[in-house]
Nanobody
Framework: QVHVVESGGGSVQAGGSLRLSCVISGVPVSEIYTAWYRQAPGKEREGVVV???????RYADFAEGRFTFSRDIAANSIFLQMDNLKPEDTSMYIC??????????????????WGQGTQVTVSL
């Protein structure tokens, strides 16, 4: 079974930075699609970045230029560096892994894992 556990959320002022981490177990990170999603209360889950097995990443427009994905193969972990945070980035950030691919917020694969989320709060 695949499991993911996020950490690194917190509260920052606008313009600040946070680095989220996600440890993946059950499959090598290089053999699975990974992603960061976020969901705020009353809103639909939205993709932040989706990453293919080879590490190629696609960012949402709001994340482009401010958020940076990275991964550590040896630690089997993925990360999300978030800079220049804005109040509208306040949300629960969720790590996900999928054996095939992500589309429209869903995993289209036989194996998937979604974390519990880590809260990010950005204040003025």
């Amino acid at each position: 079974q695949v499991h993911v556990v996020e950490s690194g959320g917190g509260s920052v002022q606008a313009g600040g930075s946070l680095r989220l981490s996600c440890v993946i177990s059950g499959v090598p990170v290089s053999e699975i699609y990974t992603a960061w999603y976020r969901q705020a209360p009353g809103k639909e889950r939205e993709g932040v970045v989706v990453v293919e097995k080879d590490g190629f990443s696609r960012y949402a427009d709001f994340a482009e230029g401010r958020f940076t994905f990275s991964r550590d193969i040896a630690a089997n972990s993925i990360f999300l560096q978030m800079d220049n945070l804005k109040p509208e980035d306040t949300s629960m950030y969720i790590c996900a892994a999928c054996s095939l691919y992500f589309a429209s917020g869903q995993c289209y694969g036989r194996t998937s894992a979604w974390g519990q989320g880590t809260q990010v709060t950005v204040s003025l």
